[in-house]
């Protein structure tokens, strides 16, 4: 069975850090991987696709790299807006990652 | 305005049947793959299934294979989803989402604003 691991499951931090999100799969996929940012009450929003290109409209503060069976998602100069789960997708969806804000 | 719709959710008893649409505006409905992806109270994501532009290829998940059926209407723009043996885990906001290519590969970069399916006696 496929299965993506998210980690951390809740991250906490000041305006303004560095999040990094970690994402592994129990095999490889390659870079067919997609990174997407859900907000309570929203539809979630494509942020990533094939391990590092950006959506339409994402800006360069999200980043995405990896390849086979680990891939991170990094989230610059964290802002009130950046509140949200996150997700990993291959196949399945990860677990999620809860980014707050301190 | 380019958007995607769903309807037909609602209050179904254990065993029971549904019918999902999503209704896609403003698109070349026929030239992208489509899914359903749900979100259960207080759980995470799922992508439960997939079909191509042209109706091909097919994706289910585990959860739902043999239960649910996926399938689209080219010349009305819409994509359902035909929900049987319907159980209490199934209860989950269902959202529609249009892929980025015709083939089904999780890039999704439109998304409907979910229909909510409740199964409960």
């Known amino acids: 069975e496929f299965v993506l691991t998210q980690s951390p499951a809740t991250l906490s931090l000041s305006p303004g850090e560095t999040a990094t999100l970690s994402c592994r799969a129990s095999?490889?996929?390659?870079?067919?991987l997609a990174w997407y940012q859900h907000k309570p009450g929203q539809a979630p929003r494509l942020l990533i696709y094939?391990?590092?290109k950006r959506a339409t409209g994402i800006p360069a503060r999200f980043s995405g790299s990896g390849s086979g069976t680990d891939f991170t998602l990094t989230v610059s100069s964290l802002g009130p807006e950046d509140v949200a789960v996150y997700y990993c997708?291959?196949?399945?969806f990860g677990g999620g990652t809860k980014v707050e804000m301190k | 305005e380019v958007k995607l719709m769903e309807s037909g959710g609602g209050l179904v008893q254990p065993g029971g049947s549904l019918r999902l649409s999503c209704i896609a505006s403003?698109?070349?409905?026929?030239?992208?793959?489509m899914s359903w992806v749900r979100q259960a109270p207080g759980k995470g994501l799922e992508w439960i299934s997939g079909?191509?532009?042209?109706?091909?290829?097919?994706f289910y998940s585990a959860s739902v294979k043999g239960r649910f059926v996926i399938s689209r209407d080219n010349s009305r723009n819409t994509l359902f989803l035909q929900m049987n043996s319907l159980r209490g885990d199934d209860t989950a906001i269902y959202y529609c989402?249009?892929?980025?290519?015709?083939?089904?590969?999780?890039?999704?970069?439109?998304w409907g604003q979910g229909a909510l399916v409740i199964v409960s006696s």
């Open positions: 989402a249009k892929d980025s290519d015709p083939d089904i590969r999780g890039y999704f970069d439109l």
């Open positions: 403003g698109l070349n409905f026929n030239t992208y793959g």
């Open positions: 079909l191509s532009d042209s109706g091909d290829g097919t």
């Open positions: 095999q490889s996929v390659g870079n067919q």
């Open positions: 094939d391990t590092s």
């Open positions: 997708l291959a196949v399945s």
